[in-house]
C-alpha cells in the first residue's frame, strides 16, 4: 500500500515567512509523529499525535512552530516568521498499535531552507 | 532522559567484509528499537525492529541484538556491498511515543 507522502519535498523561504509542511500518513496509522534533522544533527523529536489524545508538543523548539492533526489523518506542521536556524529537513512518521506494533514508517521528508 | 549513541561515528571497509555496528542507550525501560537506513537526501528506511521482549531479528544479511539489561543493540552486516553505503540510524522507542535517535554510523563500502 501507499507509505507516508510529505509535501512539498523542497521548500525555500524568506525569513519571517510563515510555512506550512504537510503530512500524508498510512492509511489506519493512528499515530503520527513529526521530527526535524538539521545539518549535522541527529533527528530531533517535535511533536506526535495518538488517536483522538491532546497531542505531546514537549519537543517544538518555540511557540512559533504549531501543528494540526484534521480527522485523525492529515497533518500540517506551520511555522510561523521563519528563521534561519529553521532550515532543516522535516519528518513526518506514521505507526500503528497493530502488528508490529508501533513501528514508524517514514516519509520522505521535506527540505526546509530559509535565506 | 533516555541517550542513545553510536559507534563508530564512520566505518570503511573493502566489500565483502563482515561488520557490526553498535548502538547504547542509557535507559533500559523500552518497548522496541528501529535499525534505519538513511541515503543521502532521502528519508529513514525501517531495516528492522526488535520489540523489547526480543533478542534478536534477521532480515537476509542483516541481524539485529538487542541485551536490553546492557542497554546494547548491534547490527551486523554479512558480506557487505557498495549499495550498503549509507548512514545507518538506531532509535529506541516507548511504545507509541517518541523515538530517540542516535547520530548515525556512516558507512562506505569499497568496491
Known amino acids: 500500500g501507499a507509505g507516508v507522502s510529505q509535501s512539498p519535498s523542497n521548500k525555500v523561504t524568506e525569513k519571517g515567512k510563515d510555512v506550512e509542511l504537510r503530512c500524508d500518513p498510512i492509511?489506519?496509522?493512528?499515530?503520527l509523529y513529526w521530527y526535524r534533522q538539521s545539518l549535522g544533527q541527529g533527528l530531533e523529536f517535535l511533536i506526535y499525535?495518538?488517536?483522538?489524545?491532546?497531542?505531546?508538543k514537549s519537543g517544538l523548539p518555540s511557540d512559533r512552530f504549531s501543528a494540526e492533526r484534521t480527522g485523525g489523518s492529515v497533518s500540517t506542521l506551520t511555522i510561523q516568521r521563519t528563521q534561519q536556524e529553521d532550515s532543516a529537513v522535516y519528518l513526518c512518521a506514521s505507526s500503528s498499535p497493530e502488528d508490529p506494533p508501533y513501528e514508524q514508517y517514514f516519509g520522505p521528508g521535506t527540505r526546509l531552507t530559509v535565506t | 532522559k533516555q541517550e542513545v549513541t553510536q559507534i563508530p561515528a564512520a566505518l570503511s571497509v573493502p566489500e565483502g567484509e563482515n561488520l557490526v555496528l553498535n548502538c547504547s542507550f542509557t535507559d533500559s525501560a523500552i518497548y522496541n528499537l528501529q535499525w534505519f537506513r538513511q541515503d543521502p537526501g532521502k528519508g529513514l528506511t525501517s531495516l528492522l525492529l526488535?520489540?523489547?521482549?526480543?533478542r534478536e531479528q534477521t532480515s537476509g544479511r542483516l541481524n539485529a541484538s538487542l541485551d536490553k539489561s546492557s542497554g546494547r543493540s548491534t547490527l551486523y552486516i554479512a558480506a557487505s556491498q557498495p549499495g550498503d553505503s549509507a548512514t545507518y540510524l538506531c532509535?529506541?522507542?516507548?511504545?507509541?511515543?517518541?523515538?530517540?535517535f542516535g547520530k548515525g554510523t556512516k558507512l562506505t563500502v569499497n568496491p
Open positions: 526488535i520489540q523489547s521482549s526480543q
Open positions: 499525535f495518538q488517536g483522538n489524545s491532546a497531542p505531546d
Open positions: 492509511s489506519g496509522h493512528t499515530a
Open positions: 532509535a529506541v522507542g516507548g511504545g507509541s511515543e517518541k523515538l530517540v
